[in-house]
Structures are given as C-alpha cells and as structure tokens.
C-alpha cells in the first residue's frame, strides 16, 4: 500500500507554514514542539521533499507551496466526514460557511435566509462575503463550504447548481448624451469612459470586454470598492458602468441621475450558481440548499432575473 501522510502531520505541517514559527504551530496544536518537529520531519522523509525551510525566517518551500492547499483540503473534507457522521441530513450538517459575491448577495439574502431559516431552524449559516475570485479560492481550500458566485471560470475543481441568469445593465448618467437614446450600440460607446470595480470581480472582466469591443476606455485611475461607490461616480458623470439586475433594482430603481439601458446586440447577461468542491462528502447538503436558493430567487420578482430551470 502506498505511503499516505496522516491527518496529524497535515495539521501540523499547515500550522507551521501559516505560523511560521514552530513553538507558535506546537501551541495551536496542543502538542510539545519536539512531537510536532518529529513527525514533520517524518512526513518530509516519507514524501522524499523538504517542506519547509528552516533557518532565520521558516516559510514553505515551493514544493510546500504547492501541497499547501491539498492539505487544506484534505482535513476539510476529514471535517465534512465527521460533521456528516455526528449531524442529522435533515439539519443540512447543522453549519454551512456560505460565501456570497458582494455584488448579489446583499439584495438577495434577506429573502434567502428567512426561508432557509424557516425550513432548517437548528442550521446555523456562516456568511462571507467577498469577490467571486475569493470566494473560489475558500472554496477550493476548504475555508468555506460553498458559495452564491457567477459561475466560475475554469470550474473542473468545483461542481455548480445553476441558480439564474441575471441582465446586466448599462448605467449613464442622466445629463449624457446618450441617455436619451432608448437603446445603445456598441459604437455608441467608442471613446467613452467606463468605471469599474476592482480584480477578482467578474462585473471588472466585463466591463474589460466591453471595452475591447467598443472602443471605450477603462477609467484605470480610479477601481471602485462597491457598486454604491460605482453609482455615485456615475450620477456626478465621471463615466459609465455595468449594474446587475438585482442592484439595479433595489439601490437605483427611480433614481432621477441615472438612465439604465441595454446595448443592442450585445445583451450582457451573468450566470449565478451554487458552487462547492468537487467530491464533496456534503453534495446532498449543497445540493438541497442550491434548491432553497432557486425557490427564494423564483420569488423575487425582479426584472431581469430569470431563474434557471433544473
């Protein structure tokens, strides 16, 4: 039978190289710090690899590098093992660390979690709230169970129910001349200044791509922390930007500064998702939430959101 590392050494392994210390990592362990070296010095023998450097600063070597998130991974799921033995299926675990994208999660939850609530009284819910590529990355490493997010790119590590597909809007100030045209072409916006959020958010990609096709240019000087932010700039006319449906319909709604349009032909839509990691021992857990969020989303009522039929 080939070599498997334990789940102790793991967890010691992980807490040097985020402590960087070895007496602060034998602490958090609860373990002598002679215990601790021991097996980390034995797990680096059986793998044939150093794994951590040590010397004057102690930090991961590359190959520790790299082996750092499958370690993560591994005891997360050792934890999803124990939370799935110890808790009913009908309690959904009983704790869910959900991630959200900052750009839906506001304007959806208050109607989501009343209604998980309702159905799953004794379930406690964890809320993150953070840029979709955060989030994937709690996800991927065990940090977080799941998350709401637009459907990630290069998604082979995760597995994703499909919520809705959300229009996205064009957002002109209300003195620009082209917010009196009832519909905006692409050519339209050569020239244009678009604003956008900062990296890791999807709307950032987006607003890129528009830009590459259009001929607008990207207000490089100035990435905006929120959308709230984001509208602001745009009804003083500092620029355009792209506003979800969801946002669209909740923060802007009558607001007189601002006319939101769709570019013709070129309908910008994002698709929202559950996602977990892959082989997750909890994918029937995840599996019944994502249906929870699909019935809240069915509920909504705003336009622009179309949930997905499963």
């Given at each position: 039978?080939?070599?498997?590392?334990?789940?102790?050494?793991?967890?010691?392994?992980?807490?040097?190289?985020?402590?960087?210390?070895?007496?602060?990592?034998?602490?958090?362990?609860?373990?002598?710090?002679?215990?601790?070296?021991?097996?980390?010095?034995?797990?680096?023998?059986?793998?044939?690899?150093?794994?951590?450097?040590?010397?004057?600063?102690?930090?991961?070597?590359?190959?520790g590098l790299k082996?750092?998130?499958?370690?993560?991974?591994?005891?997360?799921?050792?934890?999803?093992?124990?939370?799935?033995?110890?808790?009913?299926?009908?309690?959904?675990?009983?704790?869910?660390?959900?991630?959200?994208?900052?750009?839906?999660?506001?304007?959806?939850?208050?109607?989501?979690?009343?209604?998980?609530?309702?159905?799953?009284?004794?379930?406690?819910?964890?809320?993150?709230?953070?840029?979709?590529?955060?989030?994937?990355?709690?996800?991927?490493?065990?940090?977080?169970?799941?998350?709401?997010?637009?459907?990630?790119?290069?998604?082979?590590?995760?597995?994703?129910?499909?919520?809705?597909?959300?229009?996205?809007?064009?957002?002109?100030?209300?003195e620009h001349p082209?917010?009196?045209?009832?519909?905006?072409?692409?050519?339209?916006?050569?020239?244009?200044?678009?604003?956008?959020?900062?990296?890791?958010?999807?709307?950032?990609?987006q607003v890129q791509?528009?830009?590459?096709?259009?001929?607008?240019?990207?207000?490089?000087?100035?990435?905006?922390?929120?959308?709230?932010?984001?509208?602001?700039?745009?009804?003083?006319?500092?620029?355009?930007?792209?506003?979800?449906?969801?946002?669209?319909?909740?923060?802007?709604?009558?607001?007189?500064?601002?006319?939101?349009?769709?570019?013709?032909?070129?309908?910008?839509?994002?698709?929202?998702?559950?996602?977990?990691?892959?082989?997750?021992?909890?994918?029937?857990?995840?599996?019944?939430?994502?249906?929870?969020?699909?019935?809240?989303?069915?509920?909504?009522?705003?336009?622009?959101?179309?949930?997905?039929?499963?």
């Amino acid at each position: 039978m080939p070599y498997r590392p334990t789940h102790r050494q793991l967890q010691y392994f992980l807490a040097v190289a985020e402590r960087g210390h070895f007496a602060d990592a034998a602490k958090t362990c609860h373990v002598s710090q002679p215990t601790l070296s021991t097996q980390l010095k034995l797990l680096e023998q059986q793998l044939g690899a150093e794994l951590i450097e040590r010397g004057s600063v102690v930090r991961p070597t590359p190959v520790g590098l790299k082996l750092l998130p499958l370690a993560r991974a591994v005891l997360a799921t050792l934890d999803e093992i124990v939370d799935l033995a110890t808790t009913g299926a009908d309690n959904l675990g009983g704790l869910v660390r959900l991630g959200v994208a900052p750009t839906f999660g506001p304007y959806f939850m208050p109607r989501f979690l009343p209604r998980l609530h309702a159905g799953f009284p004794q379930l406690e819910v964890y809320i993150r709230e953070d840029r979709p590529t955060a989030l994937e990355a709690g996800v991927g490493n065990g940090a977080i169970d799941c998350a709401i997010t637009p459907l990630p790119q290069g998604d082979e590590q995760f597995e994703t129910a499909l919520l809705c597909d959300e229009t996205i809007y064009l957002g002109i100030p209300a003195e620009h001349p082209l917010a009196s045209r009832s519909r905006i072409r692409l050519d339209m916006l050569a020239g244009q200044r678009l604003l956008t959020l900062g990296r890791g958010h999807r709307l950032s990609d987006q607003v890129q791509l528009l830009c590459d096709l259009s001929g607008a240019r990207l207000g490089e000087d100035y990435e905006g922390t929120s959308l709230d932010a984001l509208r602001q700039m745009v009804s003083i006319g500092m620029g355009l930007s792209l506003f979800p449906a969801a946002y669209a319909a909740s923060e802007i709604g009558d607001d007189a500064s601002i006319r939101l349009r769709e570019i013709d032909r070129w309908p910008i839509k994002r698709t929202l998702c559950l996602a977990w990691r892959r082989g997750s021992v909890r994918q029937a857990h995840f599996q019944i939430l994502a249906q929870q969020a699909a019935e809240a989303i069915a509920l909504l009522d705003v336009v622009g959101i179309v949930p997905v039929r499963s």
